[in-house]
């Protein structure tokens, strides 16, 4: 039986997806400027086709386990216009920050920081695939490290493309308010997520009636012995929702989405003692009468600028550090 590793679709079918992602129009100048970071590279057919759509300046892979970074090291011997592809040493199933910024050290990667708002990063571009269970708390990490800004994402405005299975992309869509909990609000208020493309083979009523309301979402053909994927594209962007306060979001979401069909007038009680009264006074009721799974992150982060401001809110940090 394939591994599930594996995502392997045919010339056509990728090439729907690069120009879903429309990926020459968003890196005119690839050959020249950009990086592509191949995080848990693995067997995927998609790596070798967007090598040949951008033919990017670098194009490093971090493969697991071994048996894939084996196939991947014949095809850059193999194949004349994969030989820019480099393969960083196995590291078995995690590439972390410290191999990445050994890459860049070297000359294979070539990040440049960009803040200018709305502008796509030119310089990296992240793609992973985080299917098996064992990948799937690396792509959480990529998550947090996405909202405070640092691993690959402290160069600005990434994006980054995440292959993971259809039921955990719900998790972080939040696209309807059964799976608007805290991993969908650190995810959606610091990046713009679209689903590219997913297969349903399973015929999973929450997965299909999910993930169709995503209009241009490419239906992938079913592949025998390979499990359901989606892929996403996870724009990274601070500016969202203007978060002024990390630690107070943070905490709001994670406190709010204890009780996330309660209403936040409700709810806010898990704030701290007397937060009842003063959210009563400072928010709208609109807001108080809507439980957390039924916010928009603009208004989580509403709450959480209140919290901010309020002077008798409880020492949190120890709490959230422990979390964390």
């Known amino acids: 039986m394939p591994a599930v590793y594996s995502i392997a679709f045919d010339e056509e079918t990728n ?26 590279a693995n067997y995927n057919s998609l790596t070798y086709w967007i090598h040949q759509e951008l033919k990017p300046k670098h194009h490093t892979l971090f493969a697991a386990p071994s048996i894939s970074y084996l196939f991947w090291d014949g095809i850059t011997k193999s194949d004349p216009t994969c030989e820019n592809m480099h393969l960083a040493p196995n ?26 708002p709305g502008k796509v990063n030119q310089t990296l571009l992240v793609h992973g695939n985080y299917v098996h269970k064992d990948m799937q708390a690396l792509f959480r990490y990529l998550i947090y490290f996405n909202s405070i ?84 594209e996870m724009q990274s962007n601070h500016n969202k929702c203007n978060v002024k306060h990390q630690e107070e979001f943070d905490f709001v979401v ?9 209403p936040i007038s409700s709810s806010c009680k898990l704030l701290g ?33 209140e919290f901010y401001l309020w002077p008798f809110k409880p020492d949190f940090r120890m709490e959230l550090y422990m979390e964390h």
């Open 149 to 232: 800004q640092e691993g690959v994402f402290k160069y600005g405005n990434v994006k980054l493309l995440a292959w993971l299975t259809p039921t955990d992309v719900l998790k972080y869509t939040g696209i309807t308010s059964q799976y608007r909990k805290s991993n969908s609000f650190i995810a959606n208020c610091y990046a713009d997520i679209d689903v590219i493309a997913y297969s349903n083979s399973k015929k999973d009523k929450k997965v299909e009636r999910s993930l169709s309301l995503f209009k241009d979402a490419i239906k992938l053909p079913e592949k025998e012995g390979q499990p359901d994927v989606c892929l996403i």
């Open 15 to 40: 090439k729907r997806i690069i120009d879903r992602l429309k990926l020459k129009e968003t890196y005119p100048d690839a050959s020249n400027t950009l990086s592509i970071a191949e995080l848990q």
């Open 273 to 305: 003692p007397g937060a009842d009264e003063y959210f009563a006074e400072v928010l709208p009721q609109n807001i108080l009468k809507k439980s957390a799974a039924d916010l928009t992150e603009h208004e989580m982060a509403l709450i959480s600028e």
């Open 254 to 262: 994670h406190k709010l989405c204890m009780l996330s069909a309660t």
């Open 91 to 116: 590291q078995g199933n995690k590439a972390t920050q410290i191999f990445i910024d050994e890459q860049i050290a070297e000359g294979h990667l070539d990040p440049q920081v960009e803040s200018t």
